[in-house]
């Protein structure tokens, strides 16, 4: 009896107005794609990573293909073969506002901080003079740094890295440059040869990169290699960690033909298509018309020709190594990725094997 006794319940109490149920779902909504900032990862849906990438501007290029804005690319090369000409004529163009020929340059002329840690002011004065006279005139916003040597010498090698990249940083917001080349990385960490020495440099380098909005082109040697191979990302000197953070990379090969031609090629790219493979270096002569030594356009051709050609001997070790290889259980690409060839040529080097008497 008591129960009967009880207003009805008045389910109109549970009814939600069509407009506060549509603030609800958009509320919902909208907290679904924001980004989760509060631990290592930040999470959100891939249709927010690319709303949010169209609101910013489309990287443009600071040497043609070869590198963009935003990226860390590596140019290596064999010694003296004119690693730093090139890099200091890239500075120069991209302070300058100009192009060097194939290369496109998109952007204004801007600041750039040029780190260098292998030639002396006399070195570089005997290349932008002519008979040390008649200095070429850079812009005033393209920026040298070298080591100071009173207080470098005043701290062990380990102690050198922290404060260089303090200094580097400082330099950097100090001249509000965008651009940084660093010539070469070997002075940022006294060992890159092992993975383990290369992994902290990279990690370095892109923080740099990623707090500053950085576009960083960075120069490491290539040890001692074969001219009759074509260059290959294994010919950097700790390649595989290297290769893998960069962003992009390109090297410089000597030519067969000539001492004072080189030709540029292509090695890795994430922002486009490969240009300038092994079927299309761009081919350069080292030249010094005035007071300026730079990298003068030729052309374009294959690499094959500028390789140096390969005698029975070499063939015979070259076929032998891949037989040892092949002994280990790689396949045809391992090997070819090994060996710096192709892994057609790993086939009929290792069928060459096979039909001796």
Not at 107 to 122: H, I, M, S, T
Request: aromatic share 10%; charged share 25%; glycine share 4%.
């Amino acid at each position: 009896m008591e129960n009967l006794n009880k207003q009805p319940y008045d389910w109109r109490q549970l009814m939600v107005a069509p407009e506060e149920l549509k603030a609800e779902c958009n509320r919902l909504e909208t907290q679904m794609q924001q980004p989760r900032t509060d631990g290592m990862l930040r999470i959100r849906t891939f249709n927010n990573c690319m709303e949010e990438a169209a609101n910013r501007p489309v990287p443009q290029m600071l040497f043609g293909k070869l590198w963009f804005e935003g990226e860390l690319c590596i140019l290596f090369a064999d010694s003296n073969l004119g690693k730093s000409v090139l890099a200091i004529q890239i500075g120069n163009s991209i302070s300058t506002g100009t192009s060097i020929e194939p290369f496109i340059y998109e952007g204004a002329k801007q600041p750039v901080l040029y780190c260098d840690f292998e030639l002396n002011d006399k070195q570089l004065e005997a290349r932008y003079t002519h008979d040390w006279q008649k200095h070429y005139r850079f812009e005033e916003h393209f920026y040298r740094a070298d080591l100071n040597p009173d207080p470098a010498a005043d701290f062990n090698e380990s102690e050198l890295e922290v404060y260089l990249y303090q200094a580097l940083e400082e330099a950097i917001i100090q001249f509000d440059t965008r651009v940084l080349i660093i010539d070469n990385i070997t002075y940022m960490r006294s060992e890159t040869e092992q993975a383990r020495d290369a992994l902290p440099l990279m990690k370095q380098l892109k923080s740099l990169k990623n707090k500053y909005n950085l576009s960083i082109l960075a120069l490491a040697h290539t040890p001692k290699r074969d001219k009759s191979r074509p260059i290959t990302s294994n010919d950097l000197q700790g390649s595989k960690m290297l290769m893998n953070f960069c962003d992009s990379s390109f090297a410089i090969g000597d030519s067969n033909n000539s001492p004072d031609t080189r030709y540029i090629k292509q090695i890795k790219q994430r922002n486009t298509e490969q240009v300038y493979g092994d079927k299309n270096v761009c081919v350069f002569d080292l030249d010094k018309p005035d007071n300026f030594l730079h990298y003068a356009f030729k052309g374009y051709s294959t690499e094959n020709e500028h390789l140096r050609a390969q005698d029975d001997n070499e063939r015979k070790q070259l076929a032998a190594d891949a037989a040892d290889l092949s002994k280990q259980g790689l396949s045809l690409r391992q090997i070819g990725d090994q060996m710096g060839i192709s892994f057609s040529k790993v086939s009929r080097l290792l069928k060459s094997m096979d039909d001796r008497p």
